[in-house]
């Protein structure tokens, strides 16, 4: 019972590079989201997505860029790594709207680092 | 714009007593509250939930109050194990809109 997987686990990448967190699902959820979390702060959403096809922008989204093409699937793409964007990326995934009462089912997290 | 705050960032208590984490927001729109419960190198683990429209939810040891006229709510453990140490993130959605938002987190230590 795999749930959320993310992958890779750690990483790291130099200013201006490019690179896709890859984010899958077994569960045969419709929603699913991105989040990134900094130190001293929440969770904050970068993008989410309603079901195949059909993605849009959370609290935080420059820099990223999505797309839904199955539903098991929602990479989440750095255009030009910057320093502002180490952290550490969750992905998420709900029958319901993330902000809704169904709870959301995270994969374990990718921790990036751009130097 | 934290609409969500976790003001205590660790709580430390001994094993068998109450453990109370708390939360506060700003938005008076929230519909919908969310606990979660994050070990070290995992992702966030849903716990505990309640409506608006409710004061209570209990689940076992676990109870959340809410006050919205003070725009508070708080997680009761009761009695706290040592397995509960972990880091609490309160969240709150609204169900006309696809943001949820977090609190900061609160770690809670708890010795045997």
């Known amino acids: 019972n795999a749930g959320v997987t993310q992958t890779p686990k750690f990483q790291v990448l130099k200013t201006g590079q490019s690179m896709t967190l890859q984010c899958a699902q077994d569960?045969?959820?419709?929603?699913m989201s991105w989040y990134r979390q900094d130190p001293g702060m929440g969770l904050r959403l970068i993008h989410y997505?309603?079901?195949?096809?059909?993605?849009d922008q959370g609290e935080v989204p420059n820099g990223y860029n999505v797309s839904r093409s199955t539903t098991e699937d929602f990479p989440l793409r750095l255009l030009s790594a910057a320093p502002s964007q180490t952290s550490v990326y969750f992905c998420?995934?709900?029958?319901?709207?993330?902000?809704?009462?169904?709870?959301?089912?995270f994969g374990d997290g990718t921790r990036l680092s751009i130097l | 714009d934290q609409q969500v705050k976790q003001n205590s960032p660790s709580l430390s208590v001994q094993e068998g007593r109450i453990s109370i984490l708390n939360c506060d927001y700003t938005?008076?729109?929230?519909?919908?509250f969310l606990w979660y419960k994050k070990y070290p190198a995992e992702g966030p683990t849903f716990l505990i939930s309640?409506?608006?429209?409710?004061d209570k939810n209990e689940d076992g040891r676990f109870t959340v109050f809410l006050n919205k006229s003070a725009k508070h709510l708080s997680l009761h453990i009761v009695p706290s194990q040592p397995g509960d140490s972990a880091v609490y993130f309160c969240?709150?959605?609204?169900?006309?809109?696809?943001?949820?938002?977090f609190g900061a987190g609160t770690r809670l230590t708890v010795k045997p």
């Open positions: 998420a995934s709900s029958y319901s709207r993330p902000g809704g009462n169904q709870p959301q089912h």
């Open positions: 569960m045969n959820h419709e929603y």
């Open positions: 997505s309603v079901g195949a096809g059909i993605t």
């Open positions: 938005n008076s729109m929230f519909d919908y």
């Open positions: 309640i409506s608006s429209i409710k």
């Open positions: 969240a709150a959605g609204s169900y006309n809109n696809n943001d949820m938002r």
